[in-house]
C-alpha cells in the first residue's frame, strides 16, 4: 500500500503524511498518508462535476451492475480488509467480517432497488386538450441525481459507514459521484476500499470523476469539500459537533445545501411493569449485552433504561450490575474517542445527580474502555440536561421513575433519538399504547422486545429521527429509502419524445414503473 | 368584518392595527386589523402542539373530508372573497374567480391524493426468523407529519398562495396543524379564507389548533413563528430576501428545522432556429402576453428570452417591441412592489450593458407598473451578473447569442430556476437535445411551445428547483407532491399489532398501497 489518496482513477501523493494508529497497540502503523490540499479537493469536486451528466445518464441497470462491482470487489479483498480494519480499529475480527459483508450486501440491496426503478417517481398527468377554460398539457415528472455528494468516512463502522458505507452506496445509486473525505481514524482501510471503488468505475466504463478519495487529519479539509460550490449534499456520520459544523458550513454557502448528519442520540429503552417481573433478570443481561457490544460504541447504544421504582426494578438493576461488572474492557476506536468516553464516564460519577452502580473488569492494555453504568431517578434526571447528552461507549443511566406518567415527561423532555425501545409482555400493552405517538414524534425507530443495536438493512428501516438524532429527520441513512436524500424532481412539460429522457419517453424503455393520472402501472 | 385573527376558533381583538390598502384607488379600506403580539404567536403554536398527535392521527379520509369543507366554504363565499381580493391586490375579476377555483380545486385534489394513500409510504419487510447468523426481524415504515408548520401568505396569488394555499393545503394533508401568517397586502381576503378553514375545523370536530391564523404588517412577528420552538416547518413564498431570512432564523434555532422558500426566478425561455424562423412573430406576441398577464407578478415570468443573432431574432424583437408598446398598465399588486418594480427597471434603463426596446403604454391611476423590454448580447449579459437578477413584474430582457454554444454558456451561467421554456420545431429537436441535461440541472420544469405563467396543479407537476428558486430543490410547493415536504419516516420493529398504528397493521384497516418485500400491493 503506497499511502496517496485518489483524484479520479489518479494515485496521488504529497509530501505532508500522517499516519494511521492501532489502538491496541499504542503505536503508529506504516504507510504513511498524503494529505490532500485544498487544491486536491477543488479537483476532485471539478472532476466529480465533469462526470456529473454521463453517470446520472446511466440506466439504473448499469448503475446496479457498477454497485455489484464494487460489492464483489470488496468481497475479494478478503482477509486482508479485515486484518488492516481490525489494526486501525481496535474492533474484532468476528464483527468485521461481518461488516464486510453488510457492506458487500448493501451495495448489492441498492443495485436490487435501482433495478425495481420506484425511485425514479415516474408520474405522469396525461393531458386534457379540451379541458375548458384551458388545456392541460403533457406533464411527466421523474427525480434526477442531486448533483456530487460528499461523503465523510465514519469512525465506528470502518466499512459500512465509511468509503463505500450506506452514504456512499445511495448516493452512487441516485447517480451522483462522490468525493470521499476518509476518517483519519483508519486511512489504510480507506484506501483499500477506495481502490475497490476506482477500479469499479474503471471496469464498468464510467468517468473518473464519479468517485474520489481526499484524506487527512485535519477538519479544515472537509470545510473545504463542503464549500466547494460543485458540490450539492453531504453525508456525515459522527458527533453532534461535527454535524453541527457542517450544517453551518453548507448553510452559509451562496448556494446553501442539504445535509444529511447522523449526530447523536441516547435511545432510550422502557422497561413496563409486566415484562420487567415476568423477566427482568434476562432483560438486565441482554440490555448488558447490547450495551457493551462493540465497546458500546454504536449510534443505537442504548444510554438510558427507564423503569418504574419497585423491587422488579431493583431486580434487573442488581443483575445489570452484576453482569456488568464482568464486562472485559475493550479496545476502543481511537485515541480521541476513548478520552472523550473517560471524560464523560468520569463527569458522570462526579455529578451528585447519579449513582454509579458498577463499572466493569478492568483490564491491561492501550485504549480500553471499562463499561459503566449509573442510577438516578425521574427528577433528578429532568433537572439536569447533561445527563440527557450521549457519552459515546459502553456507558448508560437507568432512571427510576415514579409511574407511566413521569415515563411520559421523561420521553416528552427527551431531544430527538434515532431509536427507542419497548420491553413488553401483552398484559403491558394497555399501558404501552398512549406512549407510541409520543414516541413517534421522537425517534426514527420504534422497536419492541429487541435491542437497539442492531440495524437492518433493508426497505422498511429507519436509521433516522428528529434533531439531533439527525440534521434531517425526513431521510434515513440506511436502507433503500436512503437513496432519496439524493434525489429531486423534475417536470417536463409538452416535451417531445425525442427530447425527453428515456425514463420519462412514452414507449418507457427503461421499464420503470410509473404512476399515470394516478394509477400505479407495473412494467 | 370585524378585523380580528384568530388563534384557534377564538377571535381576537389587540389595540395596534394595521389596514388594507387599495393599491388602484391608493387608500386604505376598513376594517382596521389587529396586529397579533409574540404572545398570540406562542399561543397558537402552543394549540396546534397540542392538537398535532389527534390531528395527525385521523384517518386519510376524515383528513379528506375536511379538505373538501374547506373547498366548499371557499366556494361559499363566493362574490364577497373576489371582491375583497380585488379591492386588496388590483387584480382584475376574471384572474380572482379562476384562483378561487384553483384554490378550492387545490384542497379537493389534496382530499383524492390522501385516499389514494401512496404519500403514506407503507413499506413491510416480513421476518426471517431462520435467517443466518441473525433473524430478521419484522419492519414496517409509514411516513407521519412533522409537526405543526408555518405557513406564510404571498402577495401575489391572495387566494391560491395564500391562507389556504398550497402550502397549507399540502401541510393538512400531511397531517400537520398550520399557523398561518397572513400577507399584511390582503388582510380581508386573509381574514375570510381564515374562517373558512376555521368553521371546517369546527365541522369536523377537529381540536381547534390544527389552525391559527395571525396578522401584522413587520418581519418581527414572522420571525417570532419561525423560532417557536414547537413549529417543525416553513412555508413561504416571496423575495429572495425574505426567504433567505427565514432559513437563517430557522438554522440558527436550537433545533433547525427545514424551510420551503419559493423565491426567485428569471424562467429563460429559449427561441431555437427554426421555431423562430417559422413563426417568430407569433411567438413575440405570446411572449409579451405571458410577460405582461397579471402585470408580470408571477413567480414564472419570462424574465429572460435568449436567441441567436439575426434577422429571424430582429424581427421577432420588433414583433415584440411593437406588442409591449400597446401593453396597457396595470395596477401591481402593493406600493412596495411597485416602487422596486419602478427601481428595477430603472436600473435596467440606465445600464449601459442594455438598451431599451420598449416601455408599455402610460395611463392616469395609482400603482400602475408600465411594462418594459431590453435588449442585450449574450457577452454583456455574462459580464453583468445583476441582468439575471429577478425584477418582480412586466420587465424582461432578449439576449442575443452568437450561436448554441454562447446559449449553453448562458444557461450554465444561471442561478437555479424554476422553469426553462424551450419555443422549437422538430428541425430544432438535435440543436436542443444537448441542452436538456443541462436544464434539468438548472430548473425544475422544462417545457416547450408554450409559457412558463400556466402552472399546472397536478400530480407530476413540479414547482420548485435549484437555489435560489427555491431553498430546497428536493421538493415542489405546488401539486400532489407538495405533501412530502411535511412527512418524515417512522419504523416500527417487531411491535404487536395492539400498538401499531392502523396504517401498518397487518390487517390494513385503512386500505393503504402496501410495498411488501419490494412488491407493491393495492389494497
Known amino acids: 500500500m503506497d499511502g ?41 469536486c471539478r472532476l466529480a462535476a465533469e462526470a456529473f451528466d454521463a453517470f446520472r445518464d446511466t440506466d439504473p441497470d448499469q ?3 457498477f454497485l455489484e462491482t464494487i460489492a464483489d470487489n470488496i468481497d475479494a479483498l478478503g482477509d486482508a480488509l479485515v486484518a488492516r480494519a481490525m489494526q486501525e480499529s481496535g ?12 457492506t ?24 386534457l386538450p379540451d379541458r375548458a377554460p384551458l388545456p392541460r398539457g403533457d406533464l411527466r415528472q421523474r427525480r434526477i441525481a442531486i448533483g456530487p455528494v460528499a461523503v465523510f468516512g465514519a469512525s465506528n463502522f470502518p466499512l459500512a459507514f465509511s468509503v463505500a458505507g450506506g452514504d456512499t452506496a445511495s448516493a452512487l445509486a441516485a447517480g451522483c459521484p462522490v468525493v470521499v473525505k476518509g476518517h483519519p481514524a483508519h486511512p489504510g482501510t480507506t484506501r483499500m476500499v477506495a481502490d475497490a471503488i476506482r477500479d469499479a468505475v474503471a471496469a464498468c466504463g464510467l468517468p473518473e470523476g464519479v468517485f474520489s478519495l481526499v484524506q487527512g487529519p485535519a477538519n479544515e479539509l472537509g470545510a473545504v469539500l463542503v464549500t466547494d460550490p460543485r458540490i450539492k449534499a453531504v453525508g456525515f456520520t459522527g458527533s453532534r ?23 447523536s442520540s441516547i435511545n432510550p429503552v422502557i422497561l413496563f411493569p409486566q415484562a420487567l417481573a415476568a423477566r427482568g433478570e434476562a432483560l438486565a443481561k441482554a440490555y448488558v449485552g447490547s450495551l457493551t457490544m462493540g465497546a458500546g460504541q454504536f449510534c443505537t447504544n442504548p444510554g438510558i433504561v427507564i423503569g418504574i421504582a419497585g423491587p422488579d426494578l431493583d431486580r434487573f438493576v442488581a443483575t445489570a450490575t452484576q453482569a456488568l461488572e464482568q464486562a ?8 480521541g474517542i476513548h478520552a472523550a468516553y473517560d471524560n464523560g464516564v468520569s463527569a458522570l460519577e462526579a455529578n451528585p445527580s447519579v449513582e454509579t452502580l458498577a463499572r466493569g473488569a478492568e483490564g491491561t492494555g492501550c485504549t480500553l474502555g471499562r463499561a459503566a453504568l449509573f442510577i438516578t431517578d425521574a427528577d433528578r434526571f429532568l433537572a439536569d440536561p447533561s445527563l440527557a447528552h450521549e457519552v459515546f461507549g459502553a456507558s448508560s443511566v437507568v432512571i427510576r421513575a415514579k409511574d407511566m406518567a413521569q415515563i ?21 400493552y394497555e399501558t404501552a399504547a398512549p406512549l407510541v405517538p409520543l414516541l413517534e414524534r421522537k425517534v426514527g425507530r420504534i422497536l419492541a422486545n429487541g435491542w437497539p443495536t442492531g440495524v437492518e438493512v433493508s426497505t422498511a428501516i429507519v436509521h433516522g429521527g428528529p434533531f439531533p438524532a439527525t440534521s434531517d429527520p425526513r431521510s434515513t441513512s440506511v436502507g433503500t429509502a436512503a437513496i432519496e436524500r439524493f434525489l429531486r424532481p423534475v417536470c417536463y412539460q409538452d416535451l417531445p419524445d425525442a427530447l425527453l429522457p428515456k425514463a420519462v419517453r412514452s414507449a418507457n424503455p427503461l421499464n420503470l414503473p410509473r404512476r399515470i393520472d394516478g394509477t400505479l402501472e407495473v412494467a
Chains 1, 2 share one sequence.
Open 4 to 44: 496517496h489518496f485518489l483524484i479520479g482513477a489518479r494515485a496521488v501523493a504529497r509530501d505532508a503524511t500522517f499516519s494511521g494508529y492501532d489502538p491496541s497497540r499504542g503505536e503508529q502503523i506504516a504507510p504513511a498518508f498524503s494529505i490532500s490540499t485544498a487544491e486536491d479537493v477543488a479537483e476532485a
Open 104 to 127: 458487500s450486501g448493501q451495495l448489492r440491496l441498492f443495485a436490487t432497488h435501482l433495478r425495481r426503478g420506484d425511485w425514479a417517481g415516474v408520474t405522469f398527468d396525461t393531458p
Open 63 to 65: 448503475r446496479a451492475r
Open 241 to 263: 459537533g461535527g454535524g453541527l459544523a457542517l450544517m453551518k458550513l453548507a448553510g452559509e454557502r451562496p448556494e446553501p445545501i442539504p445535509v444529511y448528519a447522523e449526530m
Open 328 to 335: 472485559q474492557p475493550q479496545v476502543m476506536l481511537t485515541k
Open 91 to 102: 474492533l474484532p475480527q468476528a464483527r468485521l467480517t461481518g461488516e464486510r459483508g453488510r
Open 408 to 428: 411520559a415527561a421523561l420521553i416528552e423532555g427527551l431531544e430527538g433519538q434515532l431509536t427507542a425501545t419497548l420491553q413488553i409482555d401483552e398484559g403491558d
